[in-house]
Nanobody, 121 residues
Framework: QVQLVESGGGLVQAGGSLRLSCAASGSIFIIDTMGWYRQAPGKQRELVATSTSGGGTNYAESVKGRFTISRGSARNTVVYLQMNGLQPEDTAVYYC??????????????WGQGTQVTVSS
């Protein structure tokens, strides 16, 4: 069974930095795309950034130049989100997503449990 475990959220002042990590565990052959989404109170979940196994990245306009997504581990089963220049509007629950996870059981998509990021002004 595949699980995504996130860490790194917390409280930070405006202008500060945080680094989120998400590790996928299980009998995984490969993960096509890993990424981060966020959901603020009263708002829909939105894309923050994604990273493909081929090295491609995609960012929301609101975080370009401030956030950096990267993959790690020998099988690219870890994804990081370095967040610099945080602003109060970045406050949200951040969710890790793994899309195109190939195991013995086939292909599926997974979500992490979410980690809270709070930016104070």
């Amino acid at each position: 069974q595949v699980q995504l475990v996130e860490s790194g959220g917390g409280l930070v002042q405006a202008g500060g930095s945080l680094r989120l990590s998400c590790a996928a565990s299980g009998s995984i052959f490969i993960i096509d795309t890993m990424g981060w989404y966020r959901q603020a109170p009263g708002k829909q979940r939105e894309l923050v950034a994604t990273s493909t196994s081929g090295g491609g990245t995609n960012y929301a306009e609101s975080v370009k130049g401030r956030f950096t997504i990267s993959r790690g581990s020998a099988r690219n089963t870890v994804v990081y989100l370095q967040m610099n220049g945080l602003q109060p509007e970045d406050t949200a629950v951040y969710y890790c997503n793994a899309r195109g996870v190939f195991t013995f059981n086939g292909r599926d998509d997974y979500w992490g449990q979410g980690t809270q990021v709070t930016v104070s002004s």
